[in-house]
């Protein structure tokens, strides 16, 4: 069965501090992505990577970086969180050629106080 | 750049109806490609269709066809037949062409579907 996983379904931290999102898919996917959702806002892509060590920003990347070492773990890293940061993130992965195919993990529900 | 809305924030059905949920798109790329998502209320996000921009058939999924018009720049979703499960939200996406991956998505439309 396919899969992604998040690390976390709930997260709190304080403003300032930095907070690592892990994401990990057991499908061999090349292309995985990070997401927030927000109320009326629907899905903001932050980053993208199509490939180890490639990454390609979204709409709203700042505040955000990433990294993917490996295949199958892609990382989001919030280097100084902020009240704004509080969201929903998803982390979603999918075959190259089919990117509109998207295996998505649970979410992470951040709160940054 | 690329362009989704859905302009209905909600829509109610009743139970074994069907229900049309609208999306437009705007791009100025020759070929792309049109999904669908369902996230129910347990938050897992599910794909449910696809069409191509030069597929020359609405795709269908079971109970699910995307109703595309190119001209209008339309990919409405119709749900035929609705079941109580399918209340949940539902986003509308795209992918650009051209070797491009970045996906857009529209705000969503949240569905309830009355016994």
């Known amino acids: 069965d396919v899969k992604v996983t998040q690390s976390s379904r709930y997260l709190v931290k304080r403003t300032g501090e930095k907070v690592f999102l892990e994401c990990v898919q057991d499908?061999?996917?090349?292309?995985m992505f990070w997401y927030r959702q927000d109320p009326g806002l629907g899905l903001r892509l932050i980053y993208f990577?199509?490939?180890?060590?490639?990454?390609e920003k979204g709409d709203i990347p700042e505040g955000y970086s990433v990294s993917r070492e490996k295949k199958e773990r892609f990382s989001l890293i919030l280097e100084s969180a902020s009240t704004n940061q509080t969201s929903m993130y998803l982390c979603?992965?999918?075959?190259?050629?089919?990117?509109?195919?998207?295996?998505f993990g649970p979410g992470t529900r951040l709160t940054v106080t | 750049a690329q362009k989704i809305t859905q302009t209905q924030p909600g829509m109610f059905v009743q139970e074994k109806e069907a229900v049309t949920l609208d999306c437009t798109y705007d791009?100025?790329?020759?070929?792309?490609?049109l999904f669908w998502y369902k996230q129910p209320s347990s938050g897992e996000m599910i794909f449910l269709i696809y069409?191509?921009?030069?597929?020359?058939q609405n795709a269908t999924e079971g109970r699910y066809s995307l109703n595309f018009q190119k001209a209008r720049k339309s990919a409405n979703l119709v749900i035929s037949a609705s079941q109580l499960g399918d209340s949940a939200m539902y986003f509308c996406?795209?992918?650009?062409?051209?070797?491009?991956?970045?996906?857009?998505f529209g705000r969503g439309t949240s569905l309830i579907v009355h016994p």
């Open positions: 069409q191509g921009s030069y597929d020359q």
């Open positions: 990577s199509y490939d180890v060590k490639m990454k």
């Open positions: 499908m061999d996917h090349e292309n």
């Open positions: 996406a795209m992918t650009p062409g051209g070797g491009s991956y970045i996906p857009t």
């Open positions: 979603a992965s999918s075959p190259r050629r089919a990117a509109y195919e998207q295996y």
């Open positions: 791009t100025s790329d020759p070929s792309y490609g």
